[in-house]
């Protein structure tokens, strides 16, 4: 299959041939180097039987290298231009779908196409049928686009993305750090999460203002079986998180307002041996889930 040439000076040339300029409220920083388009593909290690969905196809160049590998390839790009543009270059080949459009419906959603399609896409391949996320992902929906598809059902079978690598950081970080968030413990608590490789800004063009990771998450079947209710604990440790600093007890009552009386949640606290000084941010991911569950079990959900 034709391979498009990537290099700045070729998609800045293709661009302009077509009147066009990278639009920066879309995160286009596309990347440039050849390899890193193949590690981020190859880090999927896609199989025949794999529906790989891509959020932002750009001029195609990620999209390509996926197809020769995956069964099926959705995806998805909200500038109707470049749709246009990877629409050209992916002609011929039978297992790409492009999509011209916003891949979210707003940010606690998906558009609402998207999962009825990879269901289908997965139906034709039968059993053995794998879900993937594969992509470098425009930074400003790079989250919502994580979060909602690990609400759906299937939940992507792993997670390969190139993201800002504070994002990343901030996924992968342990308790009693900075970067330890609700975000850290929504993902880790469900997928087993690894930066596979930083990236400098050279490697894109337009050259980001920061650098880049290709981020690996593998969702974890057992991790996300111990949890009964995905939205009550999600929408959960937010609250909890809402005042990182706080002394938990205090989150607590003020993410239970209205749902346990304090007594309530000192018992909760007391019988999981959480003291007074305990700060949500100095509990691990377990202990999270530990208490989560708990809090949901007093509440009678
Ligand atoms: C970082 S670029 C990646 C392009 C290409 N895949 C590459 O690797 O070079 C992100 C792409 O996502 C597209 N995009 C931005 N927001 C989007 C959204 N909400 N839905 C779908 N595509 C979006 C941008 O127009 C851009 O083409």
């Known amino acids: 299959m034709n391979q498009p040439r990537q290099t ?52 195609g160049s990620l999209t390509s ?15 109707q231009n470049l749709h246009q543009l990877a629409s050209e270059e992916l002609a011929g080949r039978p297992n790409v779908k492009l ?19 990879i269901g289908e896409a997965m139906q034709r391949i039968g059993d053995e049928a794998r879900f993937l996320l594969v992509a ?19 939940p992507p079978d792993s997670m ?6 504070e994002l990343a950081d901030r996924i992968c970080a342990v308790p009693s750090t900075k970067d ?13 999460a690894q930066i596979v490789r930083v990236l400098g800004p050279k490697v ?24 009964p209710d995905l ?17 938990l007890r205090s989150n607590v009552v003020s993410a239970m307002k209205g749902r346990l009386e304090k007594a309530q949640v000192d018992e909760v606290l007391h019988q999981l041996g959480h003291d007074e000084d305990s700060r949500a941010e100095q509990l691990s991911v377990d202990e999270i889930k530990t208490l989560v569950e708990s809090l949901r079990i007093a509440e009678g959900k």
């Open 8 to 59: 700045a000076t070729y998609l800045s040339k293709r661009l302009t041939a077509a009147g066009l300029r990278p639009v920066s409220k879309y995160g286009q920083n596309f990347l440039i180097d050849l390899n890193l388009v193949n590690l981020i593909a190859d880090s999927a290690e896609l199989r025949a039987n794999d529906v790989v969905l891509e959020v932002g196809t750009g001029v």
């Open 65 to 79: 290298q996926i197809a020769d590998k995956a069964g099926a390839v959705l995806s998805v790009e909200i500038d």
């Open 99 to 117: 999509i011209q459009g916003d891949a979210l419906r707003n940010k606690n959603s998906l558009r609402d196409d998207l999962m009825e399609l």
């Open 136 to 154: 470098n992902l425009p930074y400003n929906v790079a989250t919502p686009i994580i979060s909602n598809l690990l609400h759906q059902t299937p």
């Open 160 to 165: 390969v993305v190139t993201i800002q690598k």
């Open 180 to 192: 330890y968030s609700a975000l850290s413990i929504w993902i880790q608590s469900v997928c087993d």
């Open 204 to 227: 894109f063009w337009p050259r980001p203002k920061v650098d880049s990771a290709v981020l690996k998450m593998d969702l974890n079947q057992s991790k996300r079986d111990s949890i």
């Open 231 to 247: 939205r009550y604990f999600h929408e959960t440790v937010r609250a909890l998180f809402f005042h990182r600093r706080k002394f």
